[in-house]
């Protein structure tokens, strides 16, 4: 489903962040291309900053040096109110904690990205995706439960469908298995991985489970600051 399109371009990306007495360099150099359709988990030690460049091609945080293009946009021209939007249209986000609005019920919660619409067919339509979606992931009969109803798996999935409500061309997911037993991990990998092999949608997985990197076609290894392109072990 890889096209010959680029989905990210990281140039020469340098992230660093002040501390006491100096900086920390966090990213030293990345530079990265991933096509339209592809999946690409990057892995890592902890604290070697996969969630930092995460944010940066998730155009949650920029770099101190280097260029993003993202969906042929070059980020750095975009201000934060344009970068909004552009997250909101292109992005779909999920993290290792769900972040689901304790108040808000499994539907309201997935329709939270469609608020700012004001078309009311627009609305329509988000309303009927969701329901769709949440059918597809088993949850249908949860459209009213709050997230303390629910178990953590269930959680990840009504979260992966709220990132989707947008219909973005990328999914940027952090350790989204990572709160997660293995019955539900697997079924949430089964997931995203059917997201981008049925549905094309791009995606970019941090992850520490070697089972969900294994699922995906290309994976990276961030280390010293440098991403490179780990071996393929062929075992979880
Ligand atoms: N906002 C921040 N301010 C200062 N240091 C940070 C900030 N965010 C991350 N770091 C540091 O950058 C390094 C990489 O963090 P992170 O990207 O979260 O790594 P990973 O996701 O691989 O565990 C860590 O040493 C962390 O402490
Ligand atoms: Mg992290």
Known sequence: MASDKSMVEL??????????????????????????GESVAITGPSGSG??????????????????????????????????ARFR????????????????????????????????????????GQAAQWLK?????????????????????????????????????ADEPTGALDRKSAESLSELLVDLNTVDGVTLVVVTHSGVLAERMSRILELRDGKLTTAEASGEA
């Not at 303390?148 to 409500?165: D, F, K």
């Open 11 to 36: 140039t020469d990306i340098v992230k660093s962040y002040p501390r006491q007495g100096g900086e920390t360099t966090v990213l030293q150099g990345v530079t990265e291309r991933i096509g339209e």
């Open 50 to 83: 996969k969630s930092t460049l995460l944010n940066i091609i998730g155009a949650l945080d920029r770099p101190t040096r280097g260029q993003v293009k993202v969906a042929g946009e070059d980020l750095s021209s975009l201000d934060e109110p344009a970068l």
């Open 88 to 127: 909101n249209r292109t992005l779909g986000f999920v993290f290792q904690n769900h972040y689901l609005l304790p108040q808000c019920t499994v539907l309201e919660n997935v329709l939270i990205p469609t608020l700012a619409l004001r078309d009311a067919e627009e609305k329509s339509q988000a309303l």
């Open 136 to 172: 597809i992931v088993e949850l249908d009969h949860r459209m009213d439960y709050r997230p303390s109803q629910l178990s953590g798996g269930e959680c990840q999935r009504v979260a992966v469908v709220r990132a989707l409500i947008n219909s973005p061309q990328m999914i940027l």
